[in-house]
Structure formats: C-alpha cells, structure tokens
C-alpha cells in the first residue's frame, strides 16, 4: 500500500493552513510518520491527515489553557470591552464585579445599590389606625399594574426625647454655659437657655429613661407593617400629621438584574480569546501538541484500518491493529488532557499563593535557626 506523505506530494510554498507555516507542519507529519513505523511498514494515511491531527491539536490546546484563564479570571472578564485583543493582555484582578453583585445587599440594607428608593406621603385621619398602601399606590403611581411596591422604611417615630429633656440646674448659675446653639438645639431648649454641662453618661440616663417612660407607661409610637397594611400606634388623635415612607419597585429590582451587554462580555462564549499561533508556543506547549496530534494520527489510522480486518497475501492473510491503534489513542488522548489540566491547576493564582506562603514558611523556619549577632556596646 503506498504512503502519501507531504514532502513527496505536495508544494509546500502554495498552501497556508489556518495561519500557520508549513514547516511547522512538516516536522510534524515526519515526526508523526516515523512515530508510526514509516518506513519499515506503510502508513496509510495522507499530508492533509497529518495536517489535520496537528491543527486540531493546537486547537485543543488553546482550548483548554483559554478555559482555564476564562475560569481563573472570568469575574474580571464579565462587562468588560469584548473587542480587546485578549491573547497578548495580562489580566488584573480587580472586585468591580464582586461590588456589581453586591450591591443587591446595600438595596435591601438601604445603603446604596441599583435600585432607586422611592419617597411617598400618607396623610393620617383621626380615628384610623389602618392604611393600605397597595391603595395609595394605585392612586398615586402613573402605570401602577399591582403587587407592585414594596415598602423599605416608614418615618414614624416619637418625638425626640430632648423635647421632654429636664436640665435640674438651669440658671443655677454652677457654671453654666450656652451651649445649646453650638449643638444645634436651640429649637427644643427648655425654659432657661443656659445649663451645666453634665457628664455625658448622665445626659444618655436621662435620655434613656425618658424613651423607656414612653414605651412601658404609655402608647408608645410604633407601627407594623403586613402585606403593605400599615396599622401604626398610637391611634391618630385628629391633629393634622402626615406621615412619610420609602418604597422601591419590584418591577425597577428585577430590570436591575438585566443590563445591555452589546459590545461587552457577557458570557464564557463571548470572551474573545482566538487560536493561538503556533510560533508564539513555548517548547513544553509544542511538545504536548506533538503527542496529542500523533494520538490522532493512530487513531485516524485506525479506523482506517478498521475498514479491512485481514488484508490476503500470497498463501496467507494479514490481520491489521485496528484494536490496538484505537485503545492506546483513545488512552493517550486521555492522560494529556488530565496532565495538562493538572499543570494549569498547579499554576492557578490559587496555588501559586499557597505555594508563595508556604516557601515564606521554609524561609522564615531556615532563619530562625541563623545564630543572633552578640552586640558590645
């Protein structure tokens, strides 16, 4: 049976596979054909074979080093410009990410986030306790569709404790010091506008005592909220308040969780890492692709040996290794796959840490066995 190998067939100055140079290739199909047992015995496979195992092994080998620095870096990769030439960039991790989907958190906490709180005003009637908040929506919100708004705080509070504050020695004369401006406080001092300044402890008594006063002795203002249905304490009394609250959209919090992505990464398919060029692979990745491409190689070879079990000689017949080609391609392709993941996780940034602390460890042991100086002064 007669081998077509390139170097026999083909001009090699008039083909360009896939951007990479022929010469390449042709160490290859060389390498690969002796590999085989050319030319002790035929190979029955073509150039363009030989050229096929060797692209789709430095496919399969930029596949897998991409996966790996998708999976090691893809929080940083998400939103960010799709059309950067990523191959010859180096990635800095940075949390802008982290911080993205945190930020439901401050939504919920009311300290921030991409959901905007909204402000709205309920006047209290004398005698009604109870409110329906899913009613003032629909009168106030244009568009309102229902079951829509979620209440996040409601400003009803007791008057401030430092309107009922009692100072016992104001207009003492035991030092007293004008100071209720300074603080801010002049609206609330009581009668006299001069006091002793007291430690603070004693101010915080006071204060305290007065808010526990409200709470056990007396209607305390409070509210509960149900299903927004607001029902607040005391009962109003007919003086004229009108009462504030803070409310998002449920509608405005699941649009949150979407955002335009045209011209930006989006997903793992979209991180636009391209094939890499043979001549910019160092000689460990050249030497994995040589394997891989001559497990395909046996493995094509295979099956087409496959298509005639025996093959008839003069007063005999030959049986071909199908089997054998096949199992230890199949095998072969296995453990290279297994051994390059293995290589990328041993150098992943997590292992290159613990690997960093564990050297810092070894160092800091060696010199604490180094002998201390004596000094003499």
């Keep these: 049976m007669a081998v077509l190998l390139p170097w026999l067939k083909l001009k090699i100055s008039s083909f360009i596979f896939l951007g990479y140079e022929y010469n390449n290739q042709n160490k290859f199909t060389t390498f690969a054909a002796r590999r085989l047992g050319y030319p002790i015995v035929d190979v029955e496979l073509q150039d363009l074979n030989f050229y096929a195992a060797f692209e789709e092994a430095v496919t399969v080998y930029g596949n897998e080093i991409y996966a790996y620095k998708i999976r090691e870096n893809y929080l940083t990769l998400e939103g960010a410009d799709n059309t950067i030439d990523i191959n010859d960039v180096i990635i800095t991790p940075n949390l802008g990410r982290i911080i993205d989907i945190s930020e439901q958190y401050g939504v919920e906490a009311g300290t921030g986030g991409n959901v905007d709180w909204h402000s709205g005003l309920i006047q209290l009637t004398k005698s009604v306790q109870d409110y329906n908040l899913e009613e003032w929506a629909h009168q106030n919100i244009s568009h309102y569709k229902g079951r829509d708004i979620e209440i996040m705080k409601v400003f009803y509070e007791a008057p401030p404790a430092m309107l009922r504050f009692f100072d016992p020695y104001v207009g003492s004369g035991m030092g007293t010091m004008d100071m209720m401006d300074s603080f801010g406080f002049e609206n609330f001092s009581p009668a006299g506008v001069d006091f002793m300044l007291m430690p603070i402890n004693y101010d915080l008594q006071v204060i305290q005592q007065i808010e526990f006063n409200d709470m056990i002795r007396r209607a305390n203002y409070s509210f509960e909220m149900h299903n927004n249905n607001l029902r607040i304490f005391p009962i109003p009394d007919g003086t ?7 409310y998002i959209l449920k509608s405005e919090r699941s649009s949150a969780s979407f955002e335009d992505a045209r011209g930006r990464i989006s997903q793992i398919s979209g991180v636009p890492y391209k094939n890499p060029h043979y001549d910019d692979i160092n000689s460990v990745g050249r030497s994995w692709i ?32 199908q089997n054998d080609l096949i199992t230890a391609a199949t095998s072969e392709k296995e453990r290279l796959i297994d051994r390059l993941r293995a290589y990328l996780d041993e150098t992943s940034r997590e292992k290159l840490l613990e690997r960093r602390a564990t050297e810092g460890d070894f160092i800091e042991k060696e010199l604490s066995k180094v002998p201390f100086p004596i000094y003499i002064g």
């Design 240 to 246: 004229p308040t009108t009462m504030k609250f803070e």
């Design 290 to 321: 040589f394997e891989y491409a001559l497990a395909l190689c046996k493995e094509m070879l295979g099956y087409v040996r496959g298509k005639y079990q025996t093959v008839p000689i003069p007063g005999d017949t030959v049986t071909l290794n």
